[in-house]
């Protein structure tokens, strides 16, 4: 066994840095516990994995075990209980740390007879800090006999069943985690009836919860009701919610006491969300808008998994007059944002359509807004003309926009038959440019849209009035016309070509 005195002759490494021949006799306990807190995995956040990353440290000698132990809360020392743990021996054998339940990782096969060892760990319910349970019904309800009680330690509950039905796996009516933080659930239908429970019962306020996500919006769980819950939370900064199967009926919404597309007043204020993220239709997202107020979100994913022309009920209303029917409460809740502005954007036709803004240049990544239509879905000339006016709608103050990269996508997902009045629509949503980033193809099209023929002449040249610059990636087009028109109308443009590396994915 290394002691502390052997200690100073070994080389540390943290966080993949080595310092040779470092003399730890030198470094007091205060400081110990900071370096140590710089290296530390985050084992409460729910998109860990959780590690024991304090071994190799608790092994180094005596003195760096007496601080790790002594800390456990502050460097968030625990003990991970997983299927291929022998939990009664790490228990028995290890100090009373608290406890991380992670069971069911996606892509290994935990046997079901392994939840025997679960129901060991949650005997000790005042030290568990985590429970994170992916598994069939049976199984869950299996270990939902365990989780009865309080459990004052919980901060992070994830619980996801992976059966196609779960109509008895729920929790207890008696589980409670008055300190609880992040909360995931696949569907509701994991939560006793509200009245009984102790969790989200209607009755008491969940201050501590600052994450909630939700897997799978079930009927049971119209906009009004999911919204009464979100009001149980209000300190909540994230919320995420990702349909796996669209289920919500507007009918339903009408039973519960209002209709999409009308506009109603806002009873729930999130004040401290930050950051939404929806996957699913849109008549449910538009209903829960007008059920809530976010004033300080920061970052916006929205992906409509409809098939957005589908929206449209008459295809002889104009296409204005069809997005602001459908759309009448969402576009206040993205403006009363007022943070939701950004000076960079993207414009991509890839697995779909997509707007993408944020504050730093857009390349491949995401950003803090983000709007997606028609996933896995190819692109008509109708559903882009749509899409622009509905962007028009929810797009946050494109007028910020700088700087706008148009990245086009796989010619069997993408109609080349769009005019050039869609392009000049698209491009008025972001009228305030000063730099246009265009990839490959698009470089062909936009070059035909930009040109100023005789009858679309005094078009082109109000188009992008503040247009300095066109970056092309992939391509040699010059724009020779329209830079010509614009230099004899005093508003000069140049073209340069791009890093060839920057979209190397385009």
Same mark, same amino acid.
């Given at each position: 066994? *290394?002691?502390?005195?052997?200690?100073?002759?070994?080389?540390?490494?943290?966080?993949?840095?080595?310092?040779?021949?470092?003399?730890?006799? #030198?470094?007091?306990?205060? !400081?110990?516990?900071?370096?140590?807190?710089?290296?530390?995995?985050?084992?409460?956040?729910?998109?860990?994995?959780?590690?024991?990353?304090?071994?190799?440290?608790?092994?180094?000698?005596?003195?760096?075990?007496?601080?790790?132990?002594?800390?456990?809360?502050?460097?968030?020392?625990?003990?991970?209980?997983?299927?291929?743990?022998?939990?009664?021996?790490?228990?028995?054998?290890?100090?009373?740390?608290? +406890? %991380?339940?992670?069971?069911?990782?996606?892509?290994?096969?935990?046997?079901?007879?392994?939840?025997?060892?679960?129901?060991?760990?949650?005997?000790?319910?005042?030290?568990?800090?985590? %429970?994170?349970?992916?598994?069939?019904?049976?199984?869950?309800?299996?270990?939902?006999?365990?989780?009865?009680?309080?459990?004052?330690?919980?901060?992070?509950?994830?619980?996801?069943?992976?059966?196609?039905? #779960?109509? &008895?796996?729920?929790?207890?009516?008696?589980?409670?985690?008055?300190?609880?933080? &992040?909360?995931?659930?696949?569907?509701?239908?994991?939560?006793?009836?509200?009245?009984?429970?102790?969790?989200?019962?209607?009755?008491?306020?969940?201050?501590?919860?600052?994450?909630?996500?939700?897997?799978?919006?079930?009927?049971?769980?119209?906009?009004?009701? +999911?919204?009464?819950?979100?009001?149980?939370?209000?300190?909540?900064?994230?919320?995420?919610?990702? %349909?796996?199967?669209?289920?919500?009926?507007?009918?339903?919404?009408?039973?519960?006491?209002?209709?999409?597309?009308?506009?109603?007043?806002?009873?729930? !204020?999130?004040?401290?969300?930050?950051?939404?993220?929806?996957?699913?239709?849109?008549?449910?997202?538009?209903?829960?808008?007008?059920?809530?107020?976010?004033?300080? +979100?920061?970052?916006?994913?929205?992906?409509?998994?409809?098939?957005?022309?589908?929206?449209?009920? #008459?295809? *002889?209303?104009?296409?204005?007059?069809?997005?602001? *029917?459908?759309?009448?409460?969402?576009?206040?809740?993205?403006?009363?944002?007022?943070?939701?502005?950004?000076?960079?954007?993207?414009?991509?036709?890839?697995?779909?359509?997509?707007?993408?803004?944020?504050?730093?240049?857009?390349?491949?990544?995401?950003?803090?807004?983000?709007?997606?239509?028609?996933?896995?879905?190819?692109?008509?000339?109708?559903?882009?003309?749509?899409?622009?006016?509905?962007?028009?709608?929810?797009?946050?103050?494109?007028?910020?926009?700088?700087?706008? !990269? !148009?990245?086009?996508?796989?010619?069997?997902?993408?109609?080349?038959?769009?005019?050039?009045?869609?392009?000049?629509?698209?491009?008025?949503?972001?009228?305030?440019?000063?730099?246009?980033?265009?990839?490959?193809?698009?470089?062909?099209?936009?070059?035909?849209?930009?040109?100023?023929?005789?009858?679309?002449?005094? *078009?082109?040249?109000?188009?992008?009035?503040?247009?300095?610059?066109?970056?092309?990636?992939?391509?040699?087009?010059?724009?020779?016309?329209?830079?010509?028109?614009?230099?004899?109308?005093?508003?000069?443009?140049?073209?340069?070509?791009?890093?060839?590396?920057?979209?190397?994915?385009?």
């Amino acid at each position: 066994m *290394t002691n502390h005195k052997d200690a100073h002759h070994k080389a540390i490494s943290i966080g993949g840095h080595i310092a040779q021949r470092t003399t730890t006799m #030198n470094i007091n306990d205060d !400081l110990l516990v900071e370096i140590f807190d710089a290296y530390r995995v985050d084992n409460i956040n729910p998109s860990t994995y959780p590690r024991n990353w304090w071994y190799k440290f608790a092994h180094v000698c005596q003195r760096w075990r007496r601080v790790l132990f002594a800390s456990p809360g502050r460097l968030g020392v625990t003990l991970v209980c997983n299927s291929r743990t022998p939990v009664g021996d790490l228990l028995a054998n290890s100090p009373p740390l608290p +406890l %991380i339940i992670y069971w069911g990782n996606p892509g290994t096969l935990d046997s079901e007879g392994s939840v025997k060892n679960i129901h060991v760990a949650l005997q000790h319910y005042d030290r568990v800090c985590r %429970i994170t349970l992916r598994m069939p019904e049976s199984s869950l309800r299996d270990v939902f006999k365990s989780m009865k009680g309080d459990f004052p330690m919980l901060e992070t509950l994830q619980l996801h069943c992976t059966s196609v039905n #779960n109509s &008895h796996g729920k929790l207890s009516s008696t589980f409670g985690a008055p300190n609880l933080r &992040h909360l995931q659930l696949s569907d509701f239908t994991l939560l006793p009836p509200r009245p009984l429970s102790r969790l989200l019962n209607g009755d008491t306020s969940y201050p501590s919860i600052v994450t909630f996500s939700l897997g799978e919006i079930t009927p049971d769980l119209p906009p009004k009701r +999911l919204a009464e819950y979100l009001s149980l939370m209000p300190n909540l900064k994230v919320l995420k919610i990702g %349909i796996l199967s669209l289920t919500y009926s507007p009918v339903r919404e009408r039973d519960n006491g209002n209709q999409p597309g009308q506009q109603v007043s806002r009873p729930t !204020l999130l004040a401290g969300l930050e950051e939404l993220q929806y996957q699913g239709g849109t008549n449910y997202l538009e209903g829960l808008a007008a059920l809530i107020g976010a004033p300080s +979100l920061k970052k916006l994913s929205i992906t409509f998994t409809n098939y957005i022309s589908a929206v449209i009920s #008459n295809p *002889t209303t104009p296409l204005h007059s069809s997005a602001t *029917t459908v759309f009448q409460n969402l576009p206040t809740l993205i403006t009363e944002a007022w943070d939701l502005k950004f000076h960079f954007a993207r414009v991509r036709y890839r697995d779909g359509f997509s707007i993408v803004m944020d504050h730093n240049e857009l390349w491949t990544g995401r950003g803090a807004f983000e709007l997606r239509f028609n996933p896995g879905r190819s692109v008509s000339e109708h559903d882009v003309k749509l899409m622009v006016e509905i962007c028009r709608l929810l797009a946050p103050m494109p007028s910020t926009v700088q700087s706008l !990269l !148009l990245e086009d996508g796989e010619s069997s997902n993408f109609d080349p038959k769009i005019d050039r009045k869609m392009w000049h629509d698209l491009l008025r949503l972001f009228n305030n440019i000063g730099t246009l980033r265009v990839a490959r193809r698009f470089a062909d099209d936009l070059d035909r849209s930009l040109q100023p023929d005789d009858e679309g002449r005094a *078009t082109v040249l109000t188009l992008l009035p503040k247009l300095q610059e066109i970056v092309r990636y992939g391509s040699d087009k010059e724009f020779a016309a329209f830079v010509e028109a614009r230099r004899v109308a005093g508003s000069p443009v140049r073209v340069v070509s791009g890093p060839k590396n920057r979209l190397s994915v385009v």
